[in-house]
Structures are given as C-alpha cells and as structure tokens.
C-alpha cells in the first residue's frame, strides 16, 4: 500500500514537471500561491489566485473589451465578492449567472466562491418558462446577467420582484442606475470580502435536451482528475487557450478552470464564429482550443480560401465534448490543421469519463476513446451483468470525481459503486469505447432494437447528406417507426426515396425511416447537442419531405 502510494506521488509529480506546474520559482512565491490557495479553500477556482500570484502581470484573460492580467482578474473579483456582500439584503444565498463568455461571468463565478454563495450556471438560451422553473427550483436571490437576457429575465422573474438583478455586459455602460459588474467593482476597488469558511456549491445543469434540465450538485475531483487530464490532453502552463466552448456548460466551465490552474491565457469571446476563433488561435499563438463538436463542422463548412488564411500550427490540441462528432469532419480538421484533435466523453455528473487522442480518431474517427486514467468503465446488460466485447449495453462508470446528486434530492442509478451514464454503447478489441446513443433514445420498432446513431451514420455516408437526426414516434402497428431529418449538403436535390433506398441497401429493413424530412438546419442547443424535442414536434405537426 505504501509502495503503490509512492508510486502514485512520483507519477503526479512527474506529469506536473512535464506541464510546467512544477517549476523553479522563489520559495517565497510558494509561499503566496499556497496561501492564496488556503484563503480560497483550495476550491475549483482556486487557479485564479494562485495564478495572480505565479505570474501577476501575464495575461490572464483576453476578451472583446481587452485583456486583464491575472492581477487584475484577482483585484476585480475581490471587489465584486466585497460588493455583493454589501448589497442592501446581505450576499447572495445562490447566485445565478447567465452570461456569454467574458470578464463578467469569471468574476461572478470567482467572487461567489470567494463569499461562500452557491452558483448555478444557467443556459443562456433559455426561455422564460425554463429559466423561472430553474431559478424558482434552485432557491436564486440574485441574478447576474447579460443586458441581451433583460426581457428574458424580467419575464422569469415577474412573481420575484425581491430577486436582485445586476448586468453583466452592456453596450450602455450609463444604464440610468441599473446595478451593473462593471460599476459595482469601481465603487469597491481595493476592497477585500470577508472569505467563506465553507465550499459553497456549484450547480451544474444537465443538457436537458428533452426536458426542463436538473441541477447537479458538484464539489470537484481530487488531485488524480488533474493527472488523468494532463496524462491525455498536452497542457503546458502559461500558455494561450482559446475557449469557444460556452461556459456555463459543464465542459466549457471546466476548461476554463483548468486553464486558471496552469495559469494559461483564458482568450475568448461572447460568440462563436468559425473564422474569428481560427483568427483568434493564430494571433495569441494559442497552443489550445477547446470547443463543442458542431463547432468543427462550422469551421470546416467554411469556404476554403476563407479557411486556408489560418495556419493554426500553434496548436497542441483541440479538445471537444458535448455531442458526437462527425468523423469526416474529425478527419478533414485533422489533415489541414495537424493531428491535435482530442475527443473527450464527459457527463456533467461524472467529469471526464473516456478521451480518444488523435490516434484513436485516425484509427476510429467515431470514437469516445479509451477509459480517462483512474476511471473504471462497465458495459452491462440489463441484468447488470458485463456484456461481452463489441455487444452494446449502457455504459456505467466510476471515478474520482464527486457527483453528489441532483439537487432535487434524486441522484443517478449505481450497481456496485458504478453511475449509469444514460448511454448505451460498446467497447471493441482495441479497448476504445463506442457511444451508439442515450439509452432514452433506443428505438423499438417491431420487436427490434434500433439505435440512431447507426441510421444516422449510414445517411450521413450518402453524398448529399451533410448530417442526419433520426428519432423513435409512436406507431399503432410497429410500436415505434424511425422518423429521420436530414440536411443536405450545398446544392444537392435527393429525395427522400432516395435517402430510404440507401438505408435499405445499407442496413436491414425495419431500420429504413418511415419518413425523411430535409430541413435546413437540424435544432441544436448552445452547446451543439440536437434538441430532439423540436424534432418530436416538427413530426406532430405533419412536416414531411
């Protein structure tokens, strides 16, 4: 036990050498990081003060207003935590954030840890309904938001009035006495709040492309998730990362602490656009760029003399989660712009679960990849037992990152220490995990088990299907039919016969879409996922091609 021990320390240590997280610094610089560490009770955004105290006057953050060094970051939100807790009614219980990517959500989220305030990232594209559903459900007094979001907030919030609203960006700095981030900083510069003497919690919402998204409860992972993401993914300290992932989403929140961690540049924008972001990594010189997968699609569905402007040779790695990634998309980004392509498998639940490095995707261009270093994976059968190699089954997962359940009290499924993902897929003989699809999503029809993804794949193989959505609707005769939408790629005319004709030639007989509708666009969340309901209601409604 002690040796195994030891050895788990060497191992740490040496990979932290090799991120440049170890390095030669003044003991006295030791001294400052680790007790701004202990002032922030070593929490998720505890990078934000140790950086401020590695590299004061590098910067920290670069977005459309400019660039803040991580001193600056650290002044500004110690006068944002002192401001709220000076707000009329006392700090904030929960304090919601719906932001883009900027200064304002990072010094929401840091202030709110640094007073011991409860967080809950909301979407930023939630309509009124939702947002008052979520905002009611998790017990928020305050709000911090984007002025684009004023409508929206002030209809969620209509039987609220008491609920505290501060804005955070604005293109109206005056505002005529609207609380504002910007403003409430000025009129606390210099101060310092009172620190929390407990972890607050951050509260994550699920995707919920289905329904109302809950709220999980996270306090972190422990020291080996930081080993088992720069043991995968080539981090390196005080470097630049571009962040188009949206933030308040799991992925991209997690990518943004982790690049406060390795005092990495944080270099974003409110909104994605695929030219900016390429122009983005080769001004900074940015060695990482993490993003959602349709994100790759948007880039490589630009012109190519728009496209071959940008060399992006800074890049170490792309890193992307979220949603399935098209694997001709997965192999065009890599022929143009290097293999530095990694796929990462997360639950918002469960962290990091599986990653497939540029190897895997030459290999296996559709993989999750293989289990993250100390996640445990099992594919089991609905008598939980194990299936064998290459047989789908749900996916079920255990690891060092701390899922505490759902805010409503309700918490996932476990067998024997393992957390359902909500996935089925497979594992082949290389090790490498498949993800066919959620296990909500497995279609049923007359007696067969179906799953999207396959069909899906087999569409989008066709010429002139860039991609394809297909879901299970509810039949009298088969109990299920599969209803497929496609987008065609530019300038292509195939009929829906067509497109069924070769699922049929391709695939057996009950797995052919009874009906195939082009659309323009398939319905996607900010986060790049397919919002299946639009698509139940487009069936409802009778849209056919």
């Known amino acids: 036990m002690l040796l195994d021990r030891l050895t788990d320390t060497l191992g740490l240590v040496s990979t932290m050498r090799r991120a440049g997280m170890v390095a030669p ?37 670069v ?31 929960v304090l919601g954030v719906m932001c883009r990517n900027h200064r304002g959500f990072i010094e929401a ?9 409860d967080l809950l990232l909301l979407n930023t594209s939630f309509a009124g309904p939702a947002l008052a559903e979520v905002v009611a459900r998790e017990g928020a007094d305050t709000v911090v938001y984007d002025e684009e979001f004023t409508e929206i907030v002030d209809r969620a919030l209509a039987d609220k009035p008491d609920t505290t609203r501060i804005i955070a960006w604005t293109d109206d700095p005056s505002l005529h006495g609207a609380k504002t981030v910007e403003s409430m900083i000025a009129a606390h510069a210099g101060k310092e709040p009172k620190r929390a003497s407990e972890k607050p919690r951050t509260i994550l919402l699920t995707s919920g492309t289905t329904g109302t998204p809950k709220g999980a409860k996270m306090t972190g992972g422990d020291i080996g998730a930081l080993k088992a993401i720069l043991d995968r993914t080539p981090w390196h300290t005080e470097e630049a990362v571009v962040i188009a992932a949206p933030m308040f989403h799991a992925w991209g929140f997690s990518q943004m602490i982790f690049a406060a961690t390795m005092a990495c540049t944080i270099v974003t924008r409110r909104k994605f656009d695929p030219e900016a972001t390429l122009e983005l990594v080769d001004r900074h010189k940015a060695t990482g760029l993490a993003v959602v997968p349709v994100m790759f699609d948007r880039i490589m569905e630009l012109p190519d003399g728009v496209r071959n402007r940008y060399s992006g040779r800074s890049l170490r790695f792309a890193a992307a ?13 890599m022929d143009q712009f290097g293999d530095v392509i990694y796929n990462n498998y997360n639950a918002t639940e469960a962290g990091l679960i599986a990653s497939a490095t540029p190897e895997d995707l030459r290999a296996a261009p559709d993989t999750a990849g293989k289990p993250a270093p100390g996640t445990q994976i099992r594919v089991l059968d609905k008598e939980f037992r194990e299936v064998p190699t290459g047989e789908v089954g749900q996916i079920f997962c255990r690891s060092s990152t701390l899922f505490r359940g759902y805010t409503s009290g309700t918490s996932k499924d476990f067998q024997d220490g393992f957390m359902a993902s909500g996935d089925m897929g497979y594992v082949d003989e290389n090790g490498r995990l498949f993800v066919v699809g959620r296990d909500d999503e497995m279609i049923v029809s007359g007696g067969e088990n179906v799953y999207p993804i396959e069909v899906e794949k087999t569409l989008a193989a066709h010429p002139d299907v860039a991609e394809a959505a297909v879901i299970g609707v ?8 599969l209803a497929a939408f496609v987008v065609l790629t530019g300038g292509a005319s195939a009929s829906p016969d067509t497109l069924k004709q070769h699922v049929r030639e391709n695939l057996a007989n009950y797995k052919v879409p009874r009906q195939i509708t082009v659309v323009e666009e398939l319905p996607r969340g900010i986060t790049g996922k397919i919002v299946r309901k639009e698509l139940y209601a487009m069936v409802e409604d009778g849209s056919d091609g």
Do not use: H
């Open 109 to 117: 989220v840091v202030a709110a840890n640094r007073i011991g305030s």
């Open 321 to 333: 989660s979220g949603s399935r990634m098209r694997p001709d998309v997965v192999t065009a980004f």
């Open 25 to 61: 610094l003044r003991p006295d610089k030791y001294l400052r990081i680790a007790a701004a560490m202990r002032r922030e009770n070593v929490s998720s955004v505890s990078g934000f003060a140790s950086s401020a105290q590695r590299c004061p006057d590098r910067p920290g953050l």
């Open 63 to 93: 977005d459309e207003i400019g660039t803040l060094t991580w001193r600056e970051i650290d002044e500004r939100c110690d006068a944002f935590a002192a401001a709220l807790q000076a707000l009329p009614g006392g700090q904030p219980r």
């Open 474 to 481: 509810d039949d009298e005769q088969y109990g299920q039919r």
